[in-house]
Each structure stands twice: as C-alpha cells, then as structure tokens.
C-alpha cells in the first residue's frame, strides 16, 4: 500500500512552528535585545564596547548605535532594531527607552495570551491605550516653552546628554547645541521656521580636552588647500564647486589614433595638457576664485590654479559637497559641454561667500567657508582624546541637536525622569476600571508596562526601584486625583539623589514629540511582533556537486 505522509507534517522543505512556541521564542528574542541596552538608559546609564568582525572598536552609549552593530538574526528582534532606526530619524534621541517599552508591552502580553486571552483583543487594547496615552500627555504633562524661555531649550539639551560621554560638561556642551541649531534657523516659502540639523557638520580633531570644543561659524571641510603656493585665504570668495577631473585629457577608452610621425605624438601630448589648461582657463574667467572639486587635480592643473590666486581644494566627499552647494548657492558642474558642443563655463553656477581659509586646528588643515550666501552655515569642532571619545561626542550631540530642533519646531516639552510613565501608569489604570470590556486588562497590562522606564533608571542608578517607583506613582495619584495637587505632575526622579523631586524645577525636560513618538512606535512595534502566531522557515537548497 501506499504510505501515508508520517504524522500532521506539512509538505515543505522546513520547519513549522506555530502557537505558543513562536510568540514564546519571539517575546524572549526581543527581552534578550532589550536586556543589552538596558544598563545604558538613564543619567547613569552605562556604556557599551561593540567589537565587529574586522575588529572595529565602537564605544557608545545610543540605542540605535549598538542596535545597529549587533546584526541580529533573529526575524522578531531585527523589527526592533528598525524601531530603534526608526526613533532616531524621527526625533533623534529616546531610542534606548523605544526599544525597552516595546519589550516589556510584548512580554506582558504574552503572559496575557497565556493567560486564555486573544491576542485581537490585546491589539486592540494596547491601540486604545497608546491613543489615551498621547492624549493624555498632551493635555496634561506637556508644558509649552515659551513659557520657560530659553532655559527650556537649554534644559531638554541637557537631559539628553545626561547618559552620555558628554554628561559632564553638559552645561558647555548643551549651550553649544543651542546656539548651533539657532544658528541656522531658516523660514521656508510657506513660513515655517525650520532647523535643518544638515546645515551642521561636525568635526573632529585630536587633543586638547573636550572643553576645547567650539562653535565655528561657516562651514568647515577637513582638507587643506591643493598645493603651497594658494592663497591661505579667499574673500569675497565665488566657489565653483565641481564633479569632475581636472587632469590631463585623456583618449576615450576605445579610441585608436594611427600615427606616422613621432613629431604628431608630441602635438598629441600638449593639446591633452591644452585641453586641461583652457578648461581651467575658462572656470578662472567666470570669476571663480575658490575651485572645489570631488575628483582629482593634477599637479600641471595646479600651476593654473596657483598662478591666478586661486584656491582649489581637491577630493572633497560628496556629502560636503552637497552641504556646500546648498549653503553658497552653488551649483556643481559636471561638465563644461554645452547644448552647443563647445566648453563654457557659467557664472550662474557659481556660489558666493564673504570668505573661504584655510585654517590650522590640531595637526590637520581645515577648510572654513564663512558668511555663506544663501543659508547660515556653522561647524561643531570637536576635541578630544581620542577617536572613539569624539565618535561618541558626535553622537550624543546630534541627539542633543535632534532634541533642541524638536524643542523650538513643536514648543513643548515634558517633565524628564521617568514622570511621564508614572503618570501613563497611574491613568492608564483608573482608565481601565472605567471600561467593561476585555479590553481592560490589556489596558491594565499597558500601565504597568510603562512603569518599565522609572524602574531601568532606578536600578541603573543603583538606588531602591521599587521603593522610588512607588512613591513617585503616589506622587503622581495625587497630582491626577486632588485639584489642589495639580503641581505634583511635574515630579520625577532624581537619580543622583535617589530620591523624587520636581523636575520642571531642576531643569529635566524632553520633548513631548520624543514621548509620543516613543509610545506610539513602541506600541506598533510590539503589535506587530504579537500579530506573528506562525513560522515558518525554509531550509537552503543543497547544491549537488
């Protein structure tokens, strides 16, 4: 007879696993990425050291970061590294605390599933729940800044650098983030105010302490002029910015040229030079005193250049070359052909400035365009001991510059120090009692999950979390209880201290764009990872020999 198919296998090459298993194997994958960034969240928070496979050292501190070089496997994790990516372009900074939340709402309802509930009806809850949380933060803890001045500008760039490397010269660092973003402050045609953080590059450089940093104004590149004899300095500088190469014309690939008499090859040989010189000739005569360039200049090329007092600056990359179009008003070259099949040169392409040098900082040139035309332009130059200190400055800074264009661009900030999430929990809980439906312990689950930051501070901090938890919720019962209360609010934790305090006081802030955002995301994310009841998993064809 025939032989039936052995047991309920199905017919694919692979592995089925479904129910229980999957969401189990899922929820312990996604605590296992969350456990690794955890000991970094908070003003105490730790750093970690990421070796990859080339043996590249990274030290960080930044959820996306170390999310990002770990190169997870595993498919529910690998959705929680995208949420963390996903935090860090939306608002730049709170993606350690994104990732955590995200574990903890699947950890609890997986229990919840257990527990003989449908996961429809946890979605469904924790949607109603993310929804009355944003609602909730932005009626009742959101503060707008103009009522706080500057120094709640100054504050949530504070906080944000808190956890990091620069947390110890938060003050200077904070100040500088500041000055920075409104330092390219720019109204689009519609009248929006915007902050492009791009219009900010940020430089490293070796030595001196952190303290040295400082804020130039203009945009600087890390080269140095192209040969000794240019100009150290340009003003009223007209930049020509190019992509092309400025060395000896050469034949086309495939291009034969018979010759009979040696004598032709050496005409051959000065019109190739010929070639370079009067395209050089004809961008000097539009005007243009500062060449950039992304590809090469050869050393004749370069006598052009010296002997008109130009400036030329060669292998600029391509981004810096972006970020300088767009700030002189430039536009860049590709070639010099015309519609007319002659080479020319256009003026309007050229971008303006006050003045283009080339300054000394450490042991490496630099390049400032200061005073550009059509945006305001400024660099961050940073100093310190060494490479993975400054990679890290860079970081956490442009999370602090992140945080502060959020800041002036939405107006309002909340209460930092895990207030928020005590004060979700609190409601969220009173909320759940008002509803009849299975929804409500879903609801229920929410709140407590939301607890999750406060605690990871406090056990970060090394201080009692369970004792500071509860007493920030008592804090926090009150404030949503009593009318007379109302102040209470605005208390967090103060992890130096150990103790609860009023935050708005002490200058801990965020943006309440970072703490919508968070929940939101972190809520999507965990409803995806729960929606999976089934994999499965095919296995590689083996190759015959």
Do not use: W
């Amino acid at each position: 007879g025939v032989r039936m198919a052995s047991g309920p296998r199905l017919q694919i090459a692979g592995e089925r696993q479904s129910g229980k298993d999957v969401r189990t194997q899922n929820v312990t994958a996604v605590s296992a990425v969350a456990n690794i960034v955890k000991s970094s969240l908070g003003p105490v928070g730790l750093d970690k050291m990421l070796v990859d496979d080339i043996g590249d050292v990274t030290i960080s501190n930044d959820g996306a970061t170390i999310l990002k070089l770990l190169e997870i496997e595993h498919p529910a994790a690998k959705i929680l590294v995208e949420l963390a990516e996903l935090q860090d372009a939306e608002v730049g900074d709170g993606t350690t605390s994104v990732v955590i939340l995200a574990a903890e709402l699947l950890k609890r309802a997986n229990e919840l599933v257990r527990n003989r509930i449908h996961p429809t009806n946890i979605i469904s809850g924790y949607r109603l729940a993310m929804r009355e949380a944003c609602k909730f933060i932005d009626e009742h803890m959101a503060i707008k800044t103009d009522k706080l001045g500057r120094d709640s500008i100054i504050a949530a760039a504070k906080t944000s650098m808190s956890s990091k490397i620069v947390g110890a010269d938060a003050d200077f660092f904070s100040q500088m983030a500041v000055d920075a973003i409104q330092a390219v402050k720019t109204i689009d045609p519609s009248g929006n105010v915007k902050y492009p953080i791009k219009a900010i590059s940020v430089l490293k450089a070796h030595g001196k302490s952190a303290h040295e940093s400082a804020l130039i104004d203009g945009y600087a590149i890390n080269l140095g002029r192209a040969a000794q004899g240019m100009p150290r300095r340009v003003t009223k500088a007209k930049i020509a910015c190019l992509d092309m190469n400025l060395q000896k014309a050469r034949m086309m690939m495939g291009v034969q040229v018979l010759v009979n008499d040696p004598r032709e090859l050496e005409k051959i040989r000065e019109r190739e030079f010929d070639i370079t010189k009067e395209r050089i000739q004809k961008i000097i005569d539009a005007g243009a005193n500062v060449i950039f360039t992304t590809k090469g200049i050869d050393d004749m090329a370069l006598k052009y250049f010296v002997e008109a007092g130009a400036l030329a600056v060669r292998r600029v990359p391509k981004d810096d070359m972006k970020r300088i179009t767009r700030a002189t008003g430039a536009t860049t070259v590709m070639t010099l052909a015309d519609m007319d099949g002659n080479e020319t040169f256009d003026p309007s392409s050229l971008g303006q400035a006050d003045e283009v040098a080339e300054e000394r900082v450490a042991d490496d040139n630099m390049i400032v365009i200061r005073g550009c035309k059509t945006s305001k332009a400024v660099t961050l130059l940073l100093r310190g001991a060494n490479d993975y200190m400054l990679d890290e400055m860079d970081r956490s800074l442009h999370d602090s510059l992140c945080v502060v264009k959020r800041v002036l661009e939405s107006g309002s900030v909340v209460p930092g120090g895990g207030a928020v999430e005590a004060a979700l929990s609190v409601y969220l809980e009173s909320f759940a009692t008002t509803l009849g439906s299975r929804e409500q312990l879903a609801i229920g689950e929410f709140a407590n999950a939301s607890l999750v930051i406060p605690k990871t501070l406090a056990v970060n901090a090394a201080k009692d979390a369970t004792e500071l938890v509860a007493g920030l919720r008592a804090f926090h019962y009150k404030a949503q209880t009593s009318a007379d209360a109302r102040q209470m609010a605005q208390y967090g934790l103060d992890l130096v201290e150990g103790k609860v305090r009023n935050n708005v006081e002490h200058g801990v802030l965020e943006p309440t764009l970072s703490k919508t955002k968070m929940i939101q995301f972190a809520t999507e994310a965990a409803i995806t990872i729960l929606r999976i009841d089934d994999l499965v998993r095919l296995q590689a064809e083996e190759e015959e020999q």
